[in-house]
């Protein structure tokens, strides 16, 4: 079953066409930035300072209801 699958996929991106293969290309690299560079740059984990489940919710409330 996963040989099949496999196969599926495999013949049809060797069988597409050079505008396809581009296209998937600009996805892949849209993905990247999506889910490693904003992360590392944009996206820290603040909560893993906080050393108990207590403390990590307090701020997080505290966020919630911050008002400017």
Same mark, same amino acid.
């Given at each position: 079953? &996963?040989?099949? #699958?496999?196969? &599926?996929?495999?013949? $049809? =991106?060797?069988?597409?066409? /050079?505008? $396809?293969?581009? %296209?998937? %290309? #600009? +996805?892949?690299?849209?993905? =990247? #930035?999506? &889910? *490693? +560079?904003?992360?590392? *740059? =944009? &996206?820290? /984990?603040? %909560?893993?300072?906080? /050393?108990?489940?207590?403390?990590?919710?307090?701020?997080? +409330?505290?966020?919630?209801?911050?008002?400017?």
């Amino acid at each position: 079953m &996963f040989k099949r #699958i496999w196969m &599926f996929y495999y013949e $049809g =991106f060797k069988g597409m066409t /050079p505008l $396809g293969k581009t %296209l998937w %290309l #600009i +996805i892949l690299v849209k993905l =990247f #930035i999506m &889910f *490693f +560079i904003l992360r590392l *740059f =944009f &996206f820290q /984990p603040d %909560l893993g300072k906080y /050393p108990t489940d207590e403390e990590k919710s307090n701020q997080v +409330i505290e966020n919630l209801t911050k008002t400017e």
